[in-house]
């Protein structure tokens, strides 16, 4: 496993990184999930994602139940708050009072001390930032949060962030969390650029197209045992099962196959090609899953084949 940097900060993360949207606390009971962060962790793993949403909260007890085997300092683990905990006014968004109140949740439900990053899962228009980044560096200088993020914020939103944060020197943001995948290439044109320029990492979630750069749909079969069959999980990776995704991952496929590679393997080296990326978070539910994904941290394509990947996708 190799590791990267977190932005401009010191802290290193594996490039790829383990989350439990969708998985742990809901699909996968609790013993798999628990042998499954375990191989992770094994394998070079020291990255580790989970947000206060999932499941309620039941994703984040997966997590760092499984992560107790282990000394605290060994991994870094995540979480995060916006979306809504409940129904009153205020259990959602990035006031003051909310974020407060849910990294204080997080901390008793995880059994931690600190979280390593917390991220605003999305912006919140109804708050102020400079209210959300206060919060959050005080939060900072009380040794409950290590550093600061975000997530699936644009890069006007991302650069009011900085300018913000030098504006009252408080703590800067040092990653962001947004979709990144062969088929989903929209931050290379504004996010990856501003980020850059203020040292803030990618950490990329839905590398693999939900599953479609796995191979595991083609044709538009969706196998009894996938996530897709879920009716809870399906409608995220539906939407993938055309024609044309189809036709391109079966070159992918091919091109993989020719280079001794699967596309599972392709998919991910491809996304680490690119230097802003810290991090490829990937959803295993299995052991052999992350088995198979974290052999990409070691594939490094040549000109060549991401020439070839280029006239696939577009």
Not at 73 to 96: I, Q
Request: negative net charge.
């Amino acid at each position: 496993m190799k590791y990267r940097r977190l932005g401009r900060s010191g802290l290193k993360v594996s490039e790829i990184s383990l989350g439990s949207w969708l998985t742990y606390g809901k699909t996968v009971e609790k013993e798999m999930a628990t042998r499954t962060i375990h191989k992770a962790y094994e394998l070079g793993v020291n990255f580790f994602d989970s947000a206060n949403v999932y499941e309620r909260g039941e994703g984040e007890k997966v997590m760092s139940l499984a992560l107790k085997s282990f000394p605290r300092e060994s991994y870094v683990l995540t979480t995060k708050a916006f979306w809504p905990m409940g129904e009153g006014p205020n259990d959602r968004g990035l006031s003051r009072k909310h974020v407060f109140e849910q990294v204080h949740a997080s901390l008793r439900r995880m059994q931690l001390d600190y979280i390593d990053v917390f991220y605003c899962h999305r912006y919140d228009p109804e708050t102020p930032v400079d209210e959300t980044l206060r919060i959050i560096d005080d939060l900072i200088r009380q040794g409950k949060i290590l550093y600061a993020g975000v997530s699936e914020w644009t890069a006007a939103q991302i650069e009011e962030a900085v300018s913000v944060s030098e504006k009252y020197l408080l703590d800067r943001i040092v990653v962001n969390q947004p979709r990144y995948n062969m088929f989903e290439r929209y931050i290379e044109q504004e996010i990856i650029p501003v980020s850059e320029k203020y040292g803030i990492s990618q950490v990329v979630f839905s590398p693999l197209a939900q599953g479609m750069l796995t191979g595991k749909y083609k044709g538009g079969q969706i196998p009894s045992d996938s996530r897709a069959s879920n009716k809870d999980i399906g409608q995220f990776i539906k939407r993938f099962l055309t024609e044309d995704y189809d036709r391109q991952v079966g070159q992918l496929e091919q091109l993989a196959t020719e280079h001794d590679l699967t596309i599972t393997e392709l998919a991910l080296a491809w996304i680490l090609r690119q230097p802003n990326v810290a991090s490829a978070l990937v959803g295993a539910s299995k052991p052999e899953q992350i088995e198979a994904n974290v052999k990409a941290s070691e594939i490094e394509l040549s000109v060549d084949i991401l020439e070839k990947v280029r006239e696939i996708i577009g």
